[in-house]
């Protein structure tokens, strides 16, 4: 589904922001990349989607090498690459069922696929009696399941997701896991970057770690911190028992939503 | 469902800007009014020139002499290979021909004595070229008391008449380019105002076009918009003005055919400054990946 062939990306000339990175994605996969600030991670997922091109290597994705895909064609990868970022990136002045069916209006899907996909989509997610709320009165853990919403409504081959997690609190964060399984068990690979130490040690899925460019740890059923790390940063192991982001250090208050019921291990939930 | 979403987002771009708008309109008006109003001040400048040229151009006032002697003159000229035609005017005549042009002004006829009209001899030439030359001819005869070109008045208004179109061109193109730019400004703010959606958009895979489509449509909108001002105001600011204003000996009528296939070309261009001030304002802001 996804190979990267000594892909390395340098920023104006200087800023090495991936180095000679070779690795393989299977469909199905599911793959955290993990690593500091800095590592490469966004890059990476930014290369995936064709927001950036590679400096140098082959990026092929779905059976195409994109980083010699013509800028007219970007939008046509765009339709089988869901992506999730951190900030949601809802509109605001849109409603829950309008903000998904955004997505495939925009790429001119007829109305009655819109009618047919969304409610199937909202119910998947679980926010299918929220569906005429605006985002500002949903949760920062709705939204984010709105965003998800709308990345999977076409039905990608492949959910890219960029720290999903980095603005929501523990309990929250479990709810959206779920979520992201559930989608990958429907057959879309997903490759997710994160911070988040407890998702990645309880899901035990493979898990790429990156350190200044490169891919330093490749594990088919990993946990965040390996054992084989050699070029891990001090800043890093200085604040080791926090968590690094730092996103996370006051207890948020409970998400009074679907989000609830979820305290169990992600990976170990067996829904529907 | 396409057609409809894209007049509907050009439509909310339009209002979200309306001052911005206006002023973009304004400028295309401002432009193409001035671009309209040259082309047509210059073809009445035309088609006055060219009514005067078809006529006599030099005319060679007589000394008081007999009738005989004009008339020898006449022939003589006529006779010349650069004449095309030579025709005598006597006093009655030059006096019929004053009263008729200043009909208008009888306290003026009055005072003329009808005895001191000059006869004269009216050259028209086969050949512009050599009008130096028989202007020279003519008046070293003995009887020629003066010679006058009537051409020098034709060429003054000609000359204007360039001067005027050349300026009004400068001027329409001037500022036309700054209507194109005031339509990339405005498409700019609309782009720019709408950046978190075209943002997903391209996240989720919109085509380019469809992305550019609505706002490729608001420049055109406000070219077409500002140009057809432009064309109504030239079109009843030239009825006001023939309505209003006699300027005599000016012939000022145009053929409405013109009127019309030139408001046709005003309004081509309208569209061309707004499809290329959008373009320029979308470049910018739509650029792919690096």
Redesign the interface.
């Known amino acids: 589904m996804i190979r990267l062939q000594g892909v390395s990306k340098v920023y104006d000339g200087s800023t090495v922001a991936i180095r000679d990175a070779n690795t393989t994605i299977q469909k199905g996969e599911f793959v955290f990349l993990v690593g500091p600030s800095g590592s490469g991670k966004s890059t990476l997922i930014r290369l995936l989607m064709r927001e950036e091109k590679p400096t140098q290597g082959e990026i092929w994705v779905a059976g195409r090498n994109i980083a010699d895909l013509p800028d007219w064609k970007v939008p046509y990868l765009r339709r089988s690459v869901g992506t999730v970022f951190q900030d949601f990136k809802l509109l605001p002045n849109k409603t829950v069922f309008q903000n998904v069916a955004f997505a495939l209006e925009v790429i001119g899907r007829p109305r009655g696929m819109v009618a047919q996909q969304v409610p199937k989509v909202l119910k998947l997610v679980g926010l299918s009696s929220k569906a005429e709320r605006f985002p500002r009165q949903l949760s920062g853990g709705e939204q984010q399941r709105v965003s998800i919403a709308r990345a999977f409504v076409n039905r990608p081959l492949i959910l890219l997701a960029d720290e999903p997690t980095g603005n929501l609190d523990p309990a929250t964060s479990v709810g959206i896991m779920r979520l992201l399984d559930r989608i990958n068990r429907t057959g879309t690979t997903v490759v997710m970057a994160t911070h988040d130490h407890a998702i990645v040690d309880a899901m035990r899925r493979r898990v790429m770690q990156l350190e200044r460019g490169r891919i330093v740890r490749d594990e088919s059923r990993g946990v965040y911190e390996g054992p084989a790390v050699t070029d891990a940063t001090p800043a890093v192991n200085g604040l080791k028992p926090v968590d690094p982001n730092g996103q996370r250090a006051a207890p948020t208050d409970p998400e009074p939503s679907e989000e609830q019921e979820v305290v169990t291990a992600p990976g170990e939930s067996d829904e529907g | 469902?396409?057609a409809e979403?894209v007049i509907g987002e050009a439509a909310t771009n339009l209002r979200r800007n309306v001052l911005l708008v206006l002023g973009a309109i304004l400028a295309v008006f401002v432009s193409l009014f001035m671009t309209y109003m040259a082309l047509v001040v210059n073809e009445v400048a035309r088609n006055s020139a060219e009514r005067w040229q078809e006529g006599i151009s030099i005319i060679a006032w007589l000394d008081d002499a007999d009738l005989a002697d004009h008339t020898l003159v006449t022939n003589e000229v006529s006779g010349w290979d650069e004449v095309k035609r030579a025709v005598y005017v006597g006093k009655a005549e030059a006096w019929q021909e004053f009263q008729t042009m200043f009909a208008d002004n009888p306290a003026l006829v009055e005072t003329v004595d009808p005895a001191s009209m000059p006869a004269s001899v009216r050259v028209e030439l086969a050949n512009n070229e050599n009008h130096q030359a028989i202007v020279s001819r003519l008046a070293s005869i003995p009887l020629v008391d003066e010679v006058d070109q009537a051409s020098e008045a034709v060429e003054d208004t000609l000359e204007a008449s360039r001067l005027l179109n050349t300026g009004g061109i400068v001027l329409g193109v001037a500022l036309g380019l700054s209507a194109v730019v005031m339509i990339s400004n405005t498409v700019r703010m609309a782009i720019y105002a709408r950046r978190?959606?075209i943002?997903?958009?391209?996240?989720?895979?919109?085509?380019?076009w469809?992305?550019r489509t609505p706002f490729l449509l608001e420049g055109l909108i406000e070219g077409l918009v500002g140009a057809g001002l432009a064309v109504l105001a030239g079109w009843f600011g030239y009825r006001w003005f023939i309505a209003n204003l006699d300027l005599g000996i000016i012939d000022t009528d145009v053929p409405q055919s013109f009127l019309v296939s030139r408001g046709l070309v005003v309004l081509a261009f309208g569209a061309f400054a707004g499809a290329v001030g959008s373009l320029v304002g979308l470049r910018r802001y739509l650029q792919?990946?690096?």
């Open positions: 469902m396409r979403y978190e959606e943002g997903i958009m391209k996240l989720v895979g919109a085509s380019n469809f992305v792919e990946s690096k």
